[in-house]
């Protein structure tokens, strides 16, 4: 049988080099979560919280400035090829 492998999405292979990326940086910290107080580690859940929401909002950003531009370039594209197809003459034999 065929083993089944997960396809590669660009959003897992960013999810993936974020995931080795954090291992490196805990690796060379010697900060530990079991010596933060309850209320440090509450402080640090809120910041991550915030950094979410922030990274979402300026995902949603950058999508509809992607639509902006894709809707940009079509209309200025437009012209060019209508008038394109009217500039050439059809020559029947």
């Known amino acids: 049988m065929t083993e089944n492998k997960p396809l590669s999405h660009p959003v ?5 080099q974020a995931e080795e990326k954090a291992r ?3 690796a060379q910290k010697t900060e530990n979560l ?3 107080s309850s209320e440090e580690i509450r ?9 979410q929401i922030e990274l979402e909002m300026q995902n949603e950003d950058l999508h509809q ?3 902006k531009s894709l809707l940009k370039t079509s209309t200025t594209l437009r012209p060019f090829t209508t008038s394109a ?3 050439f003459p059809i020559i029947s034999y």
């Open 12 to 16: 897992n292979d960013l999810r993936r």
């Open 24 to 26: 490196e940086i805990a």
């Open 34 to 36: 079991n010596t933060l």
């Open 43 to 51: 402080l640090l859940f809120y910041d991550l919280q915030i950094h």
């Open 65 to 67: 400035t992607h639509e």
């Open 85 to 87: 197809r009217s500039a």
